[in-house]
Structure formats: C-alpha cells, structure tokens
C-alpha cells in the first residue's frame, strides 16, 4: 500500500489535526486480525460492535473510553490452583489482545453485553439541539401597498 505524506499540509492548515491523524493511523494495517469482529447499524443513530471473544469470561474483558477512542481489551486470568494440562490440539485461541476503534464527534457508548462467546458494545450518536440542522420559518415583513388613482 502506499504511503502519503501529509506533512505540506501540516504547514498549511490549522486544526485539522484530528483528520490528518486519522489519516495516518488509517493507512498503517492492523498487526492481528484477533479477534474477529462486526459493527452494524442498528437505528438511525445507533450502532453496535461484535466482538467474537470464545473463551473469556466477564471478568477477562475491559472496555474502555478515552476521549474518541474505543479500546477493548481482553486478558486470560491465570489461576494458579488449577493442574497444567498437556493441550493435544489447541485451536480455541484464548490470547490476549487489544482492539481500538476511533469514535466520531458525539457518538457514546451505550451499554455492553457478553452472551454466547459474543461482546456486544452499543453506540449511540447524540447530536446537541445547538448542532442540529434547524428550520428558520420566513417571515412576510414586506407590507404590499396600494396605490390609488383617481379616474379623470
């Protein structure tokens, strides 16, 4: 894939920052493809990721929001008590991972749910009433006048 450099316009503009750097992060490919995951539109307004997470427990997974940035991590709890067993086949992958999602301006997490080996994350958008679009009514200020004539 090619690269584009954007520094000439780093010169050039002022707070566009936030899109140069999605930019970059954007073309720099993800390291692992674990876990798999969905994101679907739910509403007109609400979104929600899935996230494919067999094998961990409530208590392996974090979710966590930090500015624009959804972060999802997971981490095998060892437990010390249990035996080590000899693993013949190990084709449930069980590693620990980290996967982060950039949010846009507005958009919220809403609730999380773990059911069935899946990770539900639910995002809203919550546009403020001031940057909602609005209707300006127009107003008739003009007052038609009439002109009378006398018939000579």
């Known amino acids: 894939m090619r690269h584009f450099d954007l520094t000439p316009l780093y010169r050039s503009t002022i707070g566009f920052d936030r899109i140069f750097q999605l930019l970059d992060q954007a073309a720099v490919p993800e390291a692992t493809p674990y876990p798999p995951y969905n994101i679907e539109r739910t509403d007109e307004n609400a979104y929600r990721i899935t996230l494919a997470v067999a094998g961990f427990a409530e208590s392996d997974l974090s979710i966590e929001v930090k500015e624009s940035a959804l972060t999802v ?4 709890k060892t437990e010390g008590d249990k035996p080590q067993r000899e693993m013949l086949h190990q084709g449930i992958a069980a590693r620990a991972f980290v996967r982060r ?5 507005h958009v919220h997490v809403s ?3 773990l059911e069935n080996g ?3 994350v639910d995002l ?3 546009v403020p009433e001031a940057k909602k ?9 003009s007052s038609t006048k009439t002109i009378e004539a006398n018939a000579a």
């Open 101 to 105: 999602f950039q949010l846009a301006d």
């Open 133 to 141: 679009p609005r209707l300006i009514p127009i107003s008739n200020t």
């Open 118 to 120: 899946l990770l539900h």
């Open 124 to 126: 809203v958008r919550e």
């Open 73 to 76: 991590t997971g981490e095998k």
């Open 111 to 113: 609730g999380a749910s």
